[in-house]
């Protein structure tokens, strides 16, 4: 993604009206039934995330896709906090990112609960493809090393902080529901406590009145922004590689060596299931 530096330039044909911000959540881990390989399968490749693209199509099969039917595709998943401009652009540290969670995210946080011995159950997995379905996700890992305390914890935990999806035409997309992480992490940084918190976002993917996609088919590039104190961040994913000055695409960030992030599918989707309306 575009870090900021005098040599890297965004992706062209973007520009962005005003300035704001992002919120998002986490679960606990938990196990779960055996998950039957043949709904893996289904999971991983069903229109529900984002659909597997296949190989050696015709002509013809091409050209009988309508048109319109492909949604935003982020190039990468994975986008490290930017500041956009404000007052203190050391209200969160350079490792706070984001995931956009898509079918190669979700698949990453599966592999992580099967390493883990953690085992999915098929009516978990069932509520994962109903909440892709109709809902846009993100896993939003904000770190502040601020010099005072309070406001580095508040700001992690998005108290006071206004979070929306911004377009390039400058529309702004509120979530319908922001789950914060279960606690804050802390860890000695010299003289300065470092707070960290894993927060979830939800986004319909679709307006309740007009039905219309929340992200036009033909968006180019969207953020999340996470806006206080004067000061405000966003996240970045665009449908086209990011390049530097060159014109040579700049490699993605992988948070913790891994496209999973922080939580597991468990941990994720157990929180989220009230979504598919299944409380069981």
Known sequence: MCLLS???????QREYRGTHT????????????????LLLALILCAGA?????????????????????????PE???????????????????GSYALWVDEEVARAKLQKDLDAGIVVSSRLAEDAQFIHANYILFECRLESLFPDGSIAYDVIGLRNMDTYLMTPGGTRIRPIQTILGGHADERL????REFGRTNILIFAREDVLSEAPTIPDQTSS????????NS??????SAAPFVDANG?????????????????????YSKLRVLAHNFK
């Open 6 to 12: 005098t040599t890297l330039i965004r992706c062209p």
């Open 22 to 37: 992002v919120r998002v959540s986490i679960g606990e881990n938990q196990k779960f039934e055996s998950i039957p390989r």
């Open 49 to 73: 995330l984002p659909a597997c693209k296949t190989t050696g199509a015709s002509k013809e099969e091409v050209a009988a896709i309508p048109a319109g039917a492909f949604e935003f595709q």
């Open 76 to 94: 990468s998943s994975v986008s490290l906090v930017h500041l956009d401009q404000g007052r203190y652009p050391n209200l969160y540290s350079p």
């Open 189 to 192: 940084r010299g003289a300065l």
């Open 222 to 229: 969207v953020r999340l922004y996470v806006d206080g104190f």
């Open 232 to 237: 405000a961040f966003y996240f970045e994913w």
């Open 248 to 268: 040579d695409p700049i490699p993605p960030p992988e948070p913790e060596q891994s496209v999973a992030g922080r939580l597991g599918f468990s941990a994720l």
